[in-house]
C-alpha cells in the first residue's frame, strides 16, 4: 500500500512568497493531520480534519496558515507570506479512526527553508 | 495546554545494555500513549502503543504505563546501534501530542 504522499519533499522560497505543500492521504483513512516540526519546538500539531472537514485548528500559528481539504484524497497547507521564522519540516499524517488500536501514519515531510 | 515531558537527552548506552526512556504527561484522560522512532532526516514511525496500565512487550521493546503516576516508558534491551535514533512519547488521540523527544545513541 502506498503510505502518505507529500510533495514538494524540499523547497527553499523567499521571504514573502506564497508556499503551498501538499499531501494525499493513504487511502481509505477518516483523518487527516498537519504537523509542524523544528528543533525549537518540537512536533507540533497544526490542524486536523475528520471526513475533509477541519475539525481543530487551534495549532495554526496565524493568519498567513491556512489549510484545505477539497477531497478525501488531497490537503493543501499553504503559508502566505512566508517568513524565515516559517522554515521546517512540515509533516502530513493519516489515520483511519481513531480509537483504540489505531495511530497515525506520517509522511516523509516536506522540508521548507524561507530565506 | 496539555503537556509531554520527556527527558531530553541525548542518552548514551553501550552496546547489548538496556536503554531505558521517560515520559509523563498531564492530561488524566488521556487513554492513548505511543512510542516513535526517528531516525535523523526521517519521519517518526510507530514502535510501541500501549492503552493499560502494566507492561507491554514486543520482541526488545517494553513499553510500561502508569496512569495513576501519568507516566509511560520505554525499555529497549540488547540496544543496537540501528536503535541509535531519537524517541517520541506520543499521547492522546485526534489531538495527538507529542514529546520533545530523546535522542538515543548506542555504542558498538
Known amino acids: 500500500d502506498a503510505g502518505v504522499i507529500q ?7 523567499e521571504m514573502g512568497q506564497e508556499v503551498t ?3 494525499k ?7 487527516l493531520f498537519w ?9 507540533e500539531l497544526l490542524i486536523y480534519f475528520n471526513n475533509n472537514v477541519p475539525i481543530d485548528d487551534s495549532g495554526m500559528p496565524e493568519d498567513r496558515f491556512s489549510a484545505k481539504m477539497p477531497n478525501a484524497s488531497f490537503s493543501t497547507l499553504k503559508i502566505q507570506p512566508s517568513e524565515p521564522r516559517d522554515s521546517a ?12 488500536g489505531n495511530t497515525i501514519y506520517f509522511g516523509e515531510g516536506s522540508w521548507l527553508t524561507v530565506v | ?10 542518552l548514551s548506552v553501550p552496546e547489548g545494555a538496556i536503554a531505558s526512556l521517560n515520559c509523563t504527561y498531564s492530561d488524566r484522560g488521556s487513554q492513548s500513549f505511543f512510542w516513535y522512532r526517528q531516525y535523523s532526516g526521517k519521519s517518526p514511525e510507530l514502535i510501541m502503543f500501549i492503552y493499560s496500565n502494566g507492561d507491554k512487550e514486543d520482541g526488545r521493546f517494553t513499553a510500561q504505563l502508569n496512569k495513576a503516576s501519568q507516566y509511560v516508558s520505554l525499555l529497549i534491551r540488547d540496544s543496537q546501534p540501528s536503535d ?3 524517541y517520541l512519547c506520543a ?8 514529546g520533545a523527544g530523546t535522542r538515543l545513541t548506542v555504542k558498538p
Open chain 2, 91 to 98: 499521547v492522546g488521540a485526534s489531538d495527538m501530542r507529542f
Open chain 1, 25 to 31: 492521504p493513504i487511502s481509505g483513512h477518516d483523518y
Open chain 1, 21 to 23: 505543500l501538499r499531501c
Open chain 2, 84 to 86: 541509535s535514533a531519537t
Open chain 1, 35 to 43: 504537523y509542524r516540526q523544528t528543533m525549537m519546538r518540537g512536533l
Open chain 2, 1 to 10: 495546554q496539555k503537556e509531554v515531558e520527556q527527558n531530553s537527552g541525548p
Open chain 1, 7 to 13: 510533495s514538494p519533499r524540499h523547497e527553499v522560497t
Open chain 1, 89 to 100: 519540516v512540515y509533516f502530513c499524517a493519516s489515520s483511519p479512526a481513531l480509537t483504540t
